[in-house]
């Protein structure tokens, strides 16, 4: 990791000198013991805070967008020959290249918008397992290396393996290099269990309709709408989120359960064949809901039956905004 950080801070104190992005987004060390967080780099004397470890979980997708968006709409104000470009520089693992792949697609901002610094991943830690590794004690201070991590709780030293920790969606990931990049940093990641990817959501599908849906209002009746899941997504980025529309209110503002389901229903319906399973969703949850099994079971179906993964080609666009004249349509009839 320490060769990958020492060329990652080299490539992006080079294009910020070069002129040739305005705006490095990677991560850098958190506030807290044993976390990573989001950074905007504009001055090249600052790269020296990059960082690229196991605890980078936020995927950057989210704030490429956010960053374009606001400088364009700051230009509608600005005179036409005075209006400038922005272009943003990301450190990007497989799931992030999934996601920019799909703003790509859905024509959210350009190719020449980007320059996408391209990083292997061996996935990053679930601070869930990582909290129940260690008996839910405070952590005062950690340690990674060597694929192990040293921890200083309040009742002494502790080590876990970094694979006891791994987020579920990292264990089983199939595209934990970049599809894309512009610059490519250290060598491929070996391939996760990928083959397991799919395992969880057909034993789901094995269960009794009511027993599915039980399991979907347990889950949801700890959802206490704050909306994280959606901030976090780098898939949600409508302007008005139908969660706050009043014309048509798709959704109330009290505490009822049926709305938080109507809301939860819609937003996960609104990632078919959008989804990159990137995790945010589930790491950012401050309640625990299992949105992934939901989740995983709409990409499972994109796959197996359109042949799509959402961001996994330039040229496969989003399986719903496309029409292949013999594509299946069983679905229409057998639910």
């Known amino acids: 990791m320490e060769a990958i950080e020492k060329k990652l801070r080299e490539e992006a104190k080079r294009l ?3 002129k ?16 990573a967080t989001p950074t905007f780099i504009t001055d090249p004397s600052e790269v020296e805070k990059l960082i690229w470890n196991p605890l980078c979980v936020h995927n950057l997708a989210k704030y490429v967008h956010d960053v374009i968006s606001q400088h364009r709409n700051s230009q509608k104000r600005v005179k036409p020959e005075s209006r400038t470009k922005k272009v943003v520089g990301v450190v990007a693992r497989g799931c992030t290249s999934r996601s920019i792949i799909l703003h790509l697609q859905e024509r959210q901002y350009t190719r020449e918008d980007i320059v996408i610094i391209g990083v292997p991943c061996q996935g990053y830690v679930d601070k869930r397992k990582l909290s129940l590794a260690i008996g839910g004690e405070e952590i005062l201070s950690g340690v990674m290396a060597n694929e192990q991590i040293t921890i200083m709780t309040p009742s002494g030293e502790k080590k876990i393996t970094l694979a006891e920790v791994l987020s579920d969606n990292c264990v089983t990931c199939r595209f934990n290099n970049p599809i894309i990049s512009d610059v ?3 060598e491929p990641a070996p391939p996760m269990k990928a083959d397991e990817e799919y395992e969880e959501v057909k034993a789901f599908e094995a269960l009794p309709a009511d027993e599915r849906w039980a399991y979907f209002e347990k889950e949801m009746a700890k959802c206490i709408r704050c909306y994280a899941c ?13 969660a706050e529309q009043s014309r048509p209110q798709w959704v109330g503002i009290g505490g009822e359960a049926s709305d938080t389901q109507v809301f939860q229903i819609m937003r996960i319906f609104h990632m078919a064949g959008r989804c990159v399973d990137c995790g945010s969703c589930v790491s950012v949850c401050p309640m625990g809901v299992d949105l992934r099994k939901f989740l995983k079971k709409l990409d499972k179906d994109a796959f197996e039956l359109f042949g799509s993964r959402a961001g996994a080609s330039l040229e496969d666009p989003p399986v719903l905004s496309t029409f ?3 594509e299946c349509e ?3 009839y057998n639910p």
């Open 230 to 242: 959606r901030q976090a997504c780098p898939s949600c980025y409508c302007p008005e989120c139908f």
């Open 330 to 332: 069983d679905f229409i």
């Open 16 to 18: 910020l000198e070069e």
């Open 20 to 35: 040739k992005v305005d705006v490095v987004i990677g991560y850098e060390v958190g506030t807290l013991p044993l976390t």
């Open 324 to 326: 292949r004249e013999h």
């Open 184 to 186: 490519s940093i250290g």
